[in-house]
C-alpha cells in the first residue's frame, strides 16, 4: 500500500506530535501508531482494529477520517476481513483457560452459609443454661442534670446502614473477563475511546446524561456492568456489536 501511512507521518510531523504524544492521546499503543504509518497492516490485530485505529488517530491530527479509511479500504484487498478475525479470535478462544464467574451463583452460596452460622449460633444459644443472678442491692437513680436531653451514644444513629448508591443517567463498566475486546465509546455524537481492552486489566467506566453507544470488537469476551446492575452476555465470543445504552435501559 502507498498514501495512507505517509499521509498520517507528514501532518503528524506538521502539528509537532511525537509518536509518545500521540500514544498518550489515543490509548494506542506506539507499537501499533508506527505500524500504521509504515503500512506494516500485517503487525496490527484485524481489519476492524485497523479502521478504529485510523478513525482515532485522524482525530487527534485533525484530518477527516473517512478519507483516509476510504483510501486504505480502496488500495487494500480485503484479505484480513472481519469473518477472518472472528475464526482466529475463536481459536485463541479454545486454547485459552476460560475463567466464568457466576455472580448469581456465588451470591446464594454466601447467603447459604451466612444462614448456616446463624441456625448454629440460635441453637448454641437456645441449649445453653439459663442462670440465675443472685439478689442484688436496690439500685437508686440519681437525677438526669441534662434536662431531658440525651447522652452521645442514646439515639443509635451509629447503626444506620449506608444506603446503596444512586445513579443518574446512564453510567457502563465493561469489565475484561473472558479475553481482549477492541472498544469504540461514543458519548453525545463524540468518540470517547477507541482501543483494546485486555483481559486482566482494569474495567473502564462510562458516564452520561441520555446515552452511550459502545461497538464491542469481541461481545462475548466482557462483562458490562449498566447503573450497578450486571447485564446479560450481549454476543459470544468473536461478534461484532453495536449497542446503544440509553437512561430507560
Same mark, same amino acid.
Given at each position: ?19 509518545? +504524544?500521540? +500514544? ?15 503500512? /506494516? ?12 485505529? %485510523? ?51 456465588? %451470591?446464594?452460596?454466601? &447467603? ?11 441453637? *448454641?444459644?437456645?441449649? *445453653? ?66 482501543? &483494546?481492552?485486555?483481559?486482566?486489566? /482494569? ?5 452520561? +446524561? ?13 462483562? &458490562?456492568?449498566?447503573?450497578?446492575? %450486571? ?11 453495536? *449497542?446503544?445504552?440509553?437512561?430507560? +435501559?
Amino acid at each position: 500500500m502507498s498514501g495512507v501511512g505517509e499521509k498520517l507521518r507528514e501532518q503528524r510531523i506538521k502539528l509537532g506530535l511525537t509518536l509518545q +504524544e500521540v +500514544e498518550e492521546k489515543t490509548k494506542i499503543r506506539r507499537f501499533y501508531i508506527e505500524a500504521m504509518e509504515n503500512e /506494516d497492516y500485517k503487525s496490527l490485530p484485524g481489519k476492524v482494529y485497523i479502521i478504529g485505529f %485510523l478513525r482515532s488517530y485522524c482525530k487527534i491530527l485533525k484530518i477527516n477520517p473517512n478519507e483516509i479509511i476510504d483510501e486504505f479500504n480502496t488500495s487494500w484487498p480485503d484479505t484480513d476481513n472481519v469473518t477472518n478475525y472472528v475464526k482466529e479470535a475463536a481459536l485463541r478462544e479454545k486454547k485459552a483457560p476460560k475463567i466464568n464467574f457466576n455472580y448469581s451463583k456465588m %451470591l446464594r452460596f454466601g &447467603i447459604l452459609i451466612l444462614a448456616v452460622v446463624v441456625l448454629l449460633g440460635v441453637n *448454641k444459644l437456645w441449649n *445453653k443454661p439459663m442462670l440465675v443472678p443472685p439478689p442484688q442491692d436496690p439500685i437508686i437513680t440519681q437525677p438526669n442534670d441534662n434536662n431531658g436531653e440525651e447522652t452521645p451514644g442514646e439515639t443509635g444513629d451509629d447503626l444506620a446502614v449506608e444506603p446503596e448508591p444512586v445513579y443518574t443517567g446512564v453510567n457502563i463498566e465493561v469489565i475484561p473477563v473472558r479475553g481482549d475486546c477492541w472498544l469504540e465509546v461514543t458519548i453525545d455524537n463524540e468518540i470517547v475511546f477507541s482501543g &483494546i481492552l485486555r483481559q486482566g486489566e /482494569d474495567k473502564l467506566a462510562f458516564q452520561s +446524561e441520555n446515552e452511550i453507544h459502545i461497538r464491542f470488537g469481541n461481545a462475548g469476551a466482557v462483562d &458490562i456492568v449498566y447503573n450497578g446492575k %450486571l447485564l446479560e452476555p450481549i454476543g459470544n465470543m468473536g461478534d461484532v456489536v453495536r *449497542k446503544t445504552f440509553a437512561v430507560d +435501559e
